[in-house]
């Protein structure tokens, strides 16, 4: 399988490359440490087309595939992670209407989101679900033409800003673990339906985490996600699908740190020389490159394995699932390594907030937690050996 890059990957690059550099980067310091989401991320997104890249064009996307969107993703994450969480969450909403929404589900809420006029949050986690899936507590029940939502869901990242949600509840608390859970469209403003906690965060803090309230919301029965106790199977091919973007994301956070460290050492001086000069400091990123490099080789393996990966509830072969996980645990701990290796080459500048290390080396944190943390991925990658 080859993954050589197109010329419009290549233009691509460089295009976005460039936006992130005059447009994205900016701000990003100011976004850090306001603590909330970023309208005005979002609209540059939004003004430069890119939140319907990986979207059908049927449906109003520029279905660039998964491999663009990592490419979009890298560069954005290069400079600001908070602002690539925006396509990530993006992607990670719509993907379960990609994959089990019928076709009035699709063309109602696909379209919006292609251009970026709606926003959509996914909600799974709980105070008792998250690495374990089958641990949701929500109920849906269904009442004549209705389902009746109720629970709580916790560290849902936008939520707050969104106008759609997935949200996913046990419709059959009879039959064990996950085979009861179902997938539901949620729209903002349902009756019964409220946000609770901001949550004050580490790092990613341009976008918001939040917990969502469901009392008694009353949504219409054509709003369920395929069939009762699809969930499941829903949830895992949208995790499968986007741990590709979210090692994307790491690598280009961690690009991000190594090229601020080599220019750095190379201006700095101690000992009447340029820090860059000093063996110890090149063997350092001479590892940090080459850790990069080779998890940004399996994120683009992965992703193009990905391209042509009908978007419909077939499960996936196993060298497909292994992939996704292998991606994102070699490009998490690689992110985390090297963006703290960059705060150490920055010795006490890499300390402060004047520079940006420190907050790279916060945003990579959550690379090796979100959509399933490091630990999980050798749980998924061992399961397919
Ligand atoms: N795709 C489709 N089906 C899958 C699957 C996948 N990737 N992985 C497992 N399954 C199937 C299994 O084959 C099994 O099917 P049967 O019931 O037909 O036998 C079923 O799902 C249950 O599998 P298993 O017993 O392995 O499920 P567990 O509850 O033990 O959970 C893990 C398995 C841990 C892999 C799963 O819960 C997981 O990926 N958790 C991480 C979730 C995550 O990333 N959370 C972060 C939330 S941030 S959005």
Redesign the pocket.
């Known amino acids: 399988m080859s993954y050589d890059f197109t010329e419009e990957q290549i233009m691509l690059k460089d295009t976005i490359a460039r936006l992130a550099k005059e447009q994205i980067a900016p701000g990003a310091a100011a976004r850090d440490e306001k603590g909330e989401f970023s309208w005005d991320s979002a609209e540059i997104l939004r003004e430069n087309g890119l939140f319907g890249a990986d979207f059908p064009e049927k449906y109003g996307g520029s279905e660039m595939g998964l491999l663009s969107l990592c490419l979009i993703i890298e560069e954005i994450a290069k400079v600001c992670a908070s602002t690539s969480v925006i396509l990530l969450v993006h992607e990670?909403g719509s993907i379960p209407i990609f994959l089990a929404g019928n076709d009035d589900q699709k063309e109602k809420y696909l379209p919006k989101l292609a251009t970026g006029e709606n926003l959509v949050a996914?909600g799974?986690?709980e105070s008792n679900a998250?690495?374990?899936?089958?641990g949701v507590k929500t109920k849906a029940v269904r009442e004549d033409d209705n389902y009746v939502l109720n629970g709580t869901k916790t560290f849902i990242s936008h939520a707050d800003v969104a106008d759609v949600i997935c949200i996913a509840a046990k419709t059959d608390t009879s039959v064990p673990?996950?085979?009861g859970i179902s997938m539901f469209i949620v729209e903002k403003g349902s009756p019964g339906l409220s946000i609770g906690k901001h949550e004050n965060k580490l790092g990613i803090r341009g976008s918001s985490t939040v917990e969502i309230i469901l009392e008694d919301v009353r949504i219409p029965a054509t709003n369920i996600l395929g069939h009762e106790g699809m969930g499941?199977?829903i949830i895992?091919?949208t995790?499968?699908l986007t741990r590709i973007p979210v090692a994307a994301q790491a690598l280009g956070i961690a690009q991000g740190a190594l090229d601020y460290a080599i220019s750095y050492t190379k201006e700095r001086t101690q000992f009447g020389k340029p820090l860059f000069s000093f063996q110890g400091l090149q063997w350092m990123m001479a590892d940090m490159t080459t850790q990069i490099e080779a998890a940004r080789q399996l994120t683009y393996k992965a992703a193009s394995l990905f391209e042509n990966v009908p978007k419909n509830l077939d499960?996936?072969s196993n060298e497909l699932?292994r992939y996704s996980a292998m991606a994102k645990l070699a490009a998490a701990d690689t992110a985390m390594k090297v963006t703290t290796d960059a705060v150490q080459l920055l010795g006490g500048y890499g300390f402060v907030k004047e520079y940006p290390v420190e907050r790279m080396m916060r945003d990579a944190k959550i690379t090796q937690i979100?959509?399933?943390t490091s630990q999980?991925q050798k749980?998924?990658i061992s399961?397919t050996l």
């Not at 998250?130 to 089958?134: A, F, H, I, L, R």
Request: charged share 20%.
């Open positions: 990670l996914f799974l986690t998250g690495s374990d899936v089958s673990g996950h085979k499941f199977s895992m091919k995790l499968d499960r996936l699932i979100y959509e399933g999980i749980v998924v399961s």
